[in-house]
């Protein structure tokens, strides 16, 4: 990250002027997207299991392994609670990544004998898109579904594109960068009236949003610890045991651990970190979710009552309740970060990302690469506070202000210039 | 992404941030860049007709903040340069001055071209404006 031999700290960054107000301390963390903070309830059940109980949960002839293991299958329950699912059906793995590999190629390889159709949408995490690509080269056709305006999967488009040779449909539940939440028990539907499998990557919705895998006929289910305050590193994959059976062929192959489909020693502190995670979700869901869904509707109004084109990307219905992403016309997003660097946000500007290439989530809701570039993701969390959404909001105002005091393309928009009729010099990149 | 103090300077307090009249004869006005690719310029300089000299320019920039830093940085260094001293800036020294990163090179780049449309821009409104005989040289 830092180009210039500086380091990175929390407290020591120059914030300028600004000033916090009473009660609020700066920087500000408002990506929860990316990852969450760790509840301390979570660690504090966690910290027993890295010295005192630091059994290997495979350890089958001494108290070491079992209460390692007793702490694993707790977990376990709690995971399976949380989501309508039984103990037996939940994997450990080390993340969502692994999880959304182990599902796709775990599910293309058992079933390559019925047939090579794997659909997705375009808007998945790469970490879905990628292993779809992984899989081209070895033979299987994947249709990779476009989205609505609003962000939203179109079920015709869906039962079209499906055939005879399609043996799972991927499509995430609530979208890591919009948090646009997918019709997923409709999805479930056609897949189960088809006998298609159907993996959801859940890790953005589960604790956040009810998830219920009987009732949204979600056959392979990815989690994640960090996403729900929990700790990083741990994760675990949902697969249904029965009505229908899935079968998976094993990414990691050793010990056998997890049922054969994932071998490796169990991570029992992390484990029991998600099982934590999941419990309180379960009990403080409902409640928070109205909270963020508030915090983020004051954001939302605090800043669109006094700023003019700003547009907000994805539907506002089928919403994540933390989630606001908005692009603020005439203004570009890694100035709009740099001008609130007491506050931590992304932003789907090319200049914020690796490959100088604007977010391909908004670009696929057919918003222009212009805006695309102005976008800035708030993720609110468990532990925002409406003093914290106050002052976010005052800044961003003022430095989209004085941004567009800056910005030629404002200018021209309000001397009347259509700015897409204007033929722009070709140098940029 | 770390910036350098040049560029947060400048980012704070952009220097010569505005606009002058571009139907002005004496008025170059250098617009690069495009919205979709992130980095749009606008840089206008005012040169005295008599010596050549750029007496004044203003900017204003969509970008990131070095691209902002890096036309900022521009007008400072065209005022009271002359046309050809002004043409002679180069994007590495704005790199250099700026310490910007790989990935942020093309902000200078932007930064020089908006120079060279400015001066180009007011070049071709003298030789509209005037006598015919001046322009055989």
Not at chain 1, 116 to 123: D, E, S
Not at chain 1, 228 to 247: D, H, S, T
Not at chain 2, 25 to 36: K, N
Request: charged share 25%; net charge negative.
């Amino acid at each position: 990250m830092s180009s210039h031999g500086t380091t990175a700290t929390l407290s020591g960054h120059d914030h300028g002027q600004h000033t916090a107000p009473e009660g609020v301390k700066l920087p500000i963390y408002m990506d929860n997207h990316a990852t969450t903070p760790m509840d301390p309830r979570v660690l504090e059940e966690m910290l027993p299991y890295f010295v005192e109980k630091f059994g290997n949960a495979a350890s089958r002839n001494h108290p070491f392994g079992w209460v390692a293991e007793e702490a694993v299958e707790l977990s376990r329950e709690r995971i399976a609670k949380l989501i309508g699912a039984t103990a037996k059906e939940i994997i450990f793995t080390s993340g969502a990544t692994e999880s959304d590999n182990l599902a796709i190629k775990g599910v293309a390889e058992m079933y390559r004998e019925k047939g090579n159709h794997i659909i997705t949408a375009v808007t998945e995490h790469k970490a879905v898109l990628d292993t779809c690509k992984h899989l081209e080269k070895y033979g299987f056709r994947v249709t990779y579904l476009p989205v609505q305006k609003d962000g939203l999967v179109d079920l015709d488009d869906l039962k079209r594109a499906m055939d005879d040779k399609t043996i799972l449909v991927t499509i995430m539940a609530a979208n890591n960068e919009i948090g646009v939440i997918q019709p997923v028990a409709e999805i479930g539907k056609l897949c189960r009236e088809r006998g298609v499998i159907f993996h959801t990557d859940a890790v953005q919705a589960i604790g956040k949003v009810p998830i219920d895998v009987n009732k949204m006929n979600i056959d392979v289910a990815s989690i994640t610890a960090h996403k729900i305050y929990g700790p990083k590193g741990a994760g675990a994959l949902y697969v249904r045991r029965k009505n229908p059976r899935v079968q998976l062929v094993s990414q990691i192959d050793g010990g056998g651990h997890e049922r054969g489909m994932r071998s490796g020693t169990l991570n029992v502190p992390g484990i029991v970190g998600l099982g934590k995670a999941c419990a309180i979700a379960q009990e403080e869901m409902a409640q928070e979710a109205c909270k963020l869904a508030g915090l983020r509707d004051r954001l939302k109004d605090s800043i669109m009552s006094r700023l003019d084109e700003v547009y907000i990307n994805g539907s506002v219905e089928h919403r994540l309740p933390g989630n606001l992403n908005i692009s603020f016309a005439y203004v570009e997003g890694e100035s709009l970060l740099m001008g609130i660097n007491d506050i931590a946000v992304s932003s789907g500007s090319a200049c914020t990302s690796a490959t100088l290439e604007p977010s391909y989530v908004l670009k696929a809701l057919g918003t222009g690469d212009d805006l695309a570039h102005s976008s800035i993701r708030f993720g609110i969390g468990r532990f925002n506070t409406q003093a914290e959404v106050d002052y976010v909001a005052d800044r961003v105002v003022d430095t989209v202000q004085r941004l567009r005091e800056l910005s030629p393309l404002y200018e021209m928009a309000k001397e009347g210039v259509d700015l897409k009729s204007v033929k722009w010099a070709a140098e940029a990149h | 992404m770390a910036y350098s103090d040049k560029v947060i300077d400048h980012y704070n307090n952009p220097r010569n941030v505005g606009s002058m009249d571009k139907a002005s004869s004496d008025v170059g006005t250098g617009l690069v860049g495009a919205p979709e690719c992130g980095d749009v310029m606008k840089l206008q300089i005012k040169v005295n007709p008599e010596t050549n000299v750029i007496e004044d320019a203003k900017f204003k920039t969509f970008g990131c903040g070095s691209a902002i830093a890096s036309s900022s940085l521009a007008t400072e260094w065209v005022k009271g340069k002359t046309i050809d001293e002004a043409l002679s800036i180069k994007n590495t020294e704005i790199v250099k001055e700026l310490a910007l990163p790989p990935v942020k090179i093309h902000c200078s780049v932007l930064a020089e071209d908006a120079i060279r449309a400015a001066i180009g821009d007011w070049k071709k409104k003298q030789e509209a404006t005037r006598p015919a005989e001046m322009q055989i040289q």
